[in-house]
Protein backbone atom coordinates (compact mmCIF):
# COMPACT_ATOMS: atom_id res chain seq x y z
CA UNK A 1 0.00 0.00 0.00
CA UNK A 2 2.90 2.37 1.08
CA UNK A 3 4.51 1.70 -2.34
CA UNK A 4 1.17 2.13 -4.50
CA UNK A 5 0.53 5.52 -3.11
CA UNK A 6 3.67 6.64 -3.73
CA UNK A 7 3.94 5.82 -7.07
CA UNK A 8 0.40 7.21 -7.19
CA UNK A 9 2.01 10.37 -6.05
CA UNK A 10 4.88 10.28 -8.46
CA UNK A 11 2.02 9.90 -11.21
CA UNK A 12 0.24 12.98 -10.58
CA UNK A 13 3.84 15.05 -11.18
CA UNK A 14 3.99 14.24 -14.71
CA UNK A 15 2.53 16.65 -16.95
CA UNK A 16 0.81 15.50 -20.28
CA UNK A 17 -1.78 17.13 -22.50
CA UNK A 18 -4.41 14.99 -21.40
CA UNK A 19 -3.81 14.85 -17.94
CA UNK A 20 -4.37 18.88 -18.27
CA UNK A 21 -7.58 18.57 -19.17
CA UNK A 22 -9.10 16.29 -16.54
CA UNK A 23 -11.55 17.60 -13.82
CA UNK A 24 -8.76 17.69 -10.98
CA UNK A 25 -5.94 18.67 -12.27
CA UNK A 26 -7.87 21.88 -13.42
CA UNK A 27 -9.04 22.02 -9.42
CA UNK A 28 -5.07 21.78 -8.70
CA UNK A 29 -4.75 24.38 -11.33
CA UNK A 30 -7.35 26.64 -10.37
CA UNK A 31 -6.63 26.25 -6.14
CA UNK A 32 -2.58 26.89 -7.37
CA UNK A 33 -3.52 30.28 -9.43
CA UNK A 34 -6.27 31.41 -6.34
CA UNK A 35 -3.09 30.32 -3.77
CA UNK A 36 -1.09 33.24 -5.86
CA UNK A 37 -3.33 35.60 -6.38
CA UNK A 38 -4.01 35.69 -2.32
CA UNK A 39 -0.33 35.55 -1.07
CA UNK A 40 0.48 38.83 -3.57
CA UNK A 41 -2.83 40.04 -2.04
CA UNK A 42 -1.27 39.13 1.44
CA UNK A 43 2.47 40.66 0.66
CA UNK A 44 1.85 43.19 -1.47
CA UNK A 45 3.50 42.16 -4.26
CA UNK A 46 3.21 41.48 -7.80
CA UNK A 47 4.99 38.17 -9.43
CA UNK A 48 6.21 39.27 -12.88
CA UNK A 49 5.78 35.77 -14.22
CA UNK A 50 3.34 33.61 -12.09
CA UNK A 51 2.92 30.87 -14.32
CA UNK A 52 6.35 28.96 -13.27
CA UNK A 53 4.96 29.57 -9.48
CA UNK A 54 1.17 27.92 -10.37
CA UNK A 55 2.82 25.02 -12.21
CA UNK A 56 4.88 24.38 -9.11
CA UNK A 57 2.36 24.78 -6.88
CA UNK A 58 0.02 22.11 -8.94
CA UNK A 59 2.34 20.14 -9.29
CA UNK A 60 3.06 20.14 -5.37
CA UNK A 61 -0.56 19.93 -4.37
CA UNK A 62 -1.46 16.77 -6.74
CA UNK A 63 1.38 14.95 -4.74
CA UNK A 64 0.35 16.56 -1.38
CA UNK A 65 -3.41 15.22 -1.96
CA UNK A 66 -2.44 11.71 -2.36
CA UNK A 67 -0.07 12.00 0.98
CA UNK A 68 -3.11 13.51 2.84
CA UNK A 69 -5.65 11.34 1.31
CA UNK A 70 -3.97 8.14 2.15
CA UNK A 71 -2.63 9.27 5.65
CA UNK A 72 0.64 9.35 4.92
CA UNK A 73 2.33 12.84 6.70
CA UNK A 74 5.80 14.32 5.63
CA UNK A 75 8.17 15.69 8.04
CA UNK A 76 9.27 18.41 6.60
CA UNK A 77 12.97 18.45 7.88
CA UNK A 78 14.04 21.63 7.15
CA UNK A 79 10.90 23.45 8.94
CA UNK A 80 12.36 25.15 11.93
CA UNK A 81 15.25 26.15 9.27
CA UNK A 82 12.09 27.99 7.64
CA UNK A 83 10.84 29.45 10.41
CA UNK A 84 13.63 30.89 11.60
CA UNK A 85 15.14 32.20 8.24
CA UNK A 86 11.34 33.39 6.67
CA UNK A 87 8.98 34.28 9.52
CA UNK A 88 7.06 36.97 7.51
CA UNK A 89 6.85 34.40 4.75
CA UNK A 90 6.07 31.32 6.50
CA UNK A 91 3.12 33.36 8.05
CA UNK A 92 1.90 34.51 4.80
CA UNK A 93 1.86 30.90 3.73
CA UNK A 94 0.22 30.22 6.76
CA UNK A 95 -2.92 32.20 5.82
CA UNK A 96 -2.28 31.33 1.95
CA UNK A 97 -3.05 27.81 3.10
CA UNK A 98 -6.48 28.10 4.78
CA UNK A 99 -7.23 28.83 0.70
CA UNK A 100 -6.34 24.99 0.42
CA UNK A 101 -7.62 23.52 3.88
CA UNK A 102 -10.89 25.07 2.69
CA UNK A 103 -10.95 24.09 -0.72
CA UNK A 104 -9.10 20.34 -0.89
CA UNK A 105 -10.86 19.63 2.95
CA UNK A 106 -7.81 18.66 5.04
CA UNK A 107 -5.80 20.48 7.34
CA UNK A 108 -2.63 21.83 6.27
CA UNK A 109 0.51 20.84 8.67
CA UNK A 110 3.30 23.11 9.68
CA UNK A 111 5.01 21.09 7.65
CA UNK A 112 3.39 21.51 4.75
CA UNK A 113 3.35 24.82 4.90
CA UNK A 114 7.06 25.25 5.37
CA UNK A 115 6.92 23.54 1.84
CA UNK A 116 5.00 26.06 0.58
CA UNK A 117 7.10 28.90 1.66
CA UNK A 118 10.24 27.14 -0.14
CA UNK A 119 8.10 27.57 -3.35
CA UNK A 120 7.13 31.09 -2.77
CA UNK A 121 10.08 32.38 -1.57
CA UNK A 122 12.46 30.84 -4.43
CA UNK A 123 9.92 32.63 -6.84
CA UNK A 124 10.30 36.02 -4.56
CA UNK A 125 13.87 35.73 -5.19
CA UNK A 126 13.76 35.57 -8.66
CA UNK A 127 14.48 39.11 -10.28
CA UNK A 128 14.07 39.40 -13.78
CA UNK A 129 16.60 41.58 -15.96
CA UNK A 130 16.27 44.97 -16.65
CA UNK A 131 14.13 45.15 -13.29
CA UNK A 132 14.51 48.72 -11.44
CA UNK A 133 16.53 48.89 -8.90
CA UNK A 134 15.47 50.56 -6.05
CA UNK A 135 17.16 54.07 -4.73
CA UNK A 136 17.70 54.64 -0.84
CA UNK A 137 18.83 57.24 0.71
CA UNK A 138 18.98 56.24 4.34
CA UNK A 139 18.44 59.81 6.86
CA UNK A 140 19.01 59.23 10.40
CA UNK A 141 18.88 61.60 13.19
CA UNK A 142 20.87 59.16 15.79
CA UNK A 143 24.21 59.21 14.31
CA UNK A 144 26.44 57.27 11.35
CA UNK A 145 26.71 53.74 13.19
CA UNK A 146 22.84 53.33 13.87
CA UNK A 147 22.91 54.44 9.87
CA UNK A 148 25.06 51.73 9.24
CA UNK A 149 22.90 48.91 11.15
CA UNK A 150 20.30 50.42 8.76
CA UNK A 151 21.70 50.32 5.57
CA UNK A 152 22.86 46.57 7.02
CA UNK A 153 19.38 45.81 7.61
CA UNK A 154 17.68 47.30 4.29
CA UNK A 155 20.65 45.25 2.37
CA UNK A 156 19.28 41.72 3.63
CA UNK A 157 16.01 42.92 3.33
CA UNK A 158 15.73 44.38 -0.41
CA UNK A 159 18.81 42.79 -2.04
CA UNK A 160 18.19 44.24 -5.37
CA UNK A 161 18.76 47.79 -4.19
CA UNK A 162 20.82 50.50 -4.35
CA UNK A 163 21.98 52.44 -1.26
CA UNK A 164 22.55 56.39 -2.67
CA UNK A 165 23.97 57.66 0.64
CA UNK A 166 23.44 57.83 4.38
CA UNK A 167 22.73 61.55 5.07
CA UNK A 168 21.18 64.23 7.21
CA UNK A 169 18.36 65.65 6.72
CA UNK A 170 19.24 68.88 5.46
CA UNK A 171 21.95 67.14 3.47
CA UNK A 172 18.77 65.54 1.72
CA UNK A 173 18.93 66.40 -2.49
CA UNK A 174 16.36 68.27 -4.46
CA UNK A 175 16.48 66.18 -7.09
CA UNK A 176 15.18 62.88 -6.29
CA UNK A 177 12.90 61.01 -8.10
CA UNK A 178 9.61 59.50 -7.50
CA UNK A 179 11.49 56.23 -7.29
CA UNK A 180 13.66 56.93 -4.30
CA UNK A 181 13.26 55.82 -0.92
CA UNK A 182 14.34 57.58 2.55
Do not use: W
Not at 97 to 108: A, C, E, F, R
Not at 112 to 132: C, D, N, Q, V
Amino acid sequence: LYLTIHLLGARVAIHSPAERTEPANRLFESLATEMVDFFEQLACINFSAPQGLVSALTSHLKISYYRYKYGIFDINPMLEDIRHKYPHLFEICSEVSTLVSQKLGYPISDGEIGYLTLHFGGHLRMTPAGKAVKRIYIICPNGSSTAQLIKNELDQIIPDSLMIDVLSLHDLPDTMNQDDLI
